[in-house]
């Protein structure tokens, strides 16, 4: 069915000569995020980010010329779908960047078809990069911070642990990876709750948190936009006063959100990636650079496009310009390199990214609210796939 659509359409639109020749040297990259609908803070971080890539790296790699073609799927899998075929077929883009999970699992037949390289830039669920052997992650995936999180956790004083997370395909591994290593140093998980993920009303939810008496919440929700609403229920709920812990993967408290939360969240431990308060001279030109261009702090959704575009310059400079699928993707697999949130890599079996997770806790610093790294576990691979690493 799939090739006689793409047979179809490729006799339809037809290549002329001209566009043959103007296809040899320039590599279109095209970028599919959400960038309206509740989703598109996400999409706003991601492509600012490839943007800023593309303005301090040029747009010249192994003497082709560099075309960003940003399209809006609003993180509706069906859009995205069809903008990655329209890409794919008429554009015939030789890289594609995939956005949310929802929408990277819509893809991943067309890019498997179309044997296009595909890089995933926010898609956080472990499953996601099984779908196509097109795809590369640069995001991170959630099992990642929350099995580093459950451990700590049970170690630093929670044993009563009451989670909530977003009915969003993220929720459910960061709450079943993170009860798999909180109890397995002894910590209890009293009760799941599960919120939507469109207008949340955490009301509910918290309330039963409270009748349950937990000493610690862990919480997921997708970051920019959801982490403050929580965070001010959170705070009015009288969860601080009464003395209940927030954790959760850095999503709760995301740099996006932070700088509006109350100083009430000052002390909420997180596990993440990336922090914009990480302590490295990259970091600090990125972060200054970012707001510069922006006037925006840069999240951690953000150094998925960021590095997202590395790996595409990296592998092009490989290839020698080339844009096969299977050379672009072979030449990203073991790659590695220094990001704003520190040194990561491609896992070579996996196509996974491989990343620091570190501990953080939100802190003042200039007036302002910052999540301050104070502990970090290296090389950290995602847990979802460490029986196949074996
Ligand atoms: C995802 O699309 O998998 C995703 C989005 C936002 C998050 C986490 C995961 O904060």
Redesign the pocket.
């Not at 926010?122 to 669920?125: F, L, N, R, S, V």
């Given at each position: 069915m799939r090739s006689c659509f793409f047979a179809a359409v490729v006799a339809a639109f037809g290549v002329s000569a001209t566009d043959a020749a103007i296809a040899q040297d320039t590599v279109k990259i095209g970028i599919i995020m959400p960038m309206t609908g509740v989703?598109a803070p996400?999409g706003k971080q991601v492509t600012a980010a490839a943007k800023l890539y593309v303005a301090q790296h040029g747009t010249t790699v192994a003497g082709k010329k560099i075309e960003l073609i940003i399209k809006d799927d609003s993180g509706v899998p069906d859009n995205a779908r069809r903008l990655a075929q329209e890409l794919v077929v008429n554009d015939q883009v030789s890289v594609i960047g995939a956005?949310?999970?929802?929408?990277?699992l819509a893809v991943a037949p067309i890019v498997t078809q179309g044997k296009v390289a595909t890089v995933v830039m926010?898609?956080?669920?472990s499953i996601?990069i099984g779908r196509s052997p097109y795809f590369v992650r640069t995001?991170?995936t959630?099992g990642q911070s929350s099995s580093i999180i459950g451990e700590w956790a049970a170690k630093n004083g929670s044993s009563k642990v009451v989670i909530i997370h977003s009915d969003?395909?993220?929720g459910p591994e960061a709450s079943a990876v993170f009860t798999a290593a909180f109890t397995k140093g002894g910590g209890q998980i009293a009760e799941t709750l599960k919120v939507p993920v469109s207008n949340p009303d955490f009301a509910p939810a918290l309330e039963r948190a409270r009748d349950l008496k937990p000493d610690t919440l862990f919480v997921?929700?997708?970051?920019?936009g959801q982490a403050g609403a929580f965070a001010k229920q959170f705070v009015e709920r009288g969860f601080v006063k009464a003395g209940i812990k927030l954790i959760g993967p850095g999503?709760i408290t995301?740099d996006d959100d932070l700088p509006a939360m109350s100083d009430a969240m000052l002390g909420v431990v997180t596990a993440g990636n990336y922090s914009a308060d990480h302590q490295s001279a990259m970091n600090t030109k990125y972060v200054e650079d970012f707001k510069k261009a922006y006037n925006l702090r840069p999240n951690f959704?953000s150094v998925g496009g960021w590095d997202g575009m590395h790996a595409i310059y990296e592998a092009l400079e490989k290839t020698g310009g080339r844009t096969d699928g299977d050379l672009l993707i072979e030449a990203m697999k073991g790659m590695s390199w220094e990001s704003p949130r520190g040194p990561i890599s491609i896992d070579p079996q996996t196509r996974e990214i491989v990343q620091n997770i570190y501990i953080r806790k939100v802190e003042k610093k200039n007036g302002e609210l910052y999540n301050v790294e104070f502990a970090t576990f290296e090389a950290v691979k995602d847990p979802g796939k460490a029986s196949e690493q074996k």
């Open positions: 989703l996400l956005g949310v999970a929802p929408s990277a926010i898609a956080g669920t996601v995001s991170f959630l969003y395909p993220a997921f929700v997708p970051a920019s999503d995301d959704i």
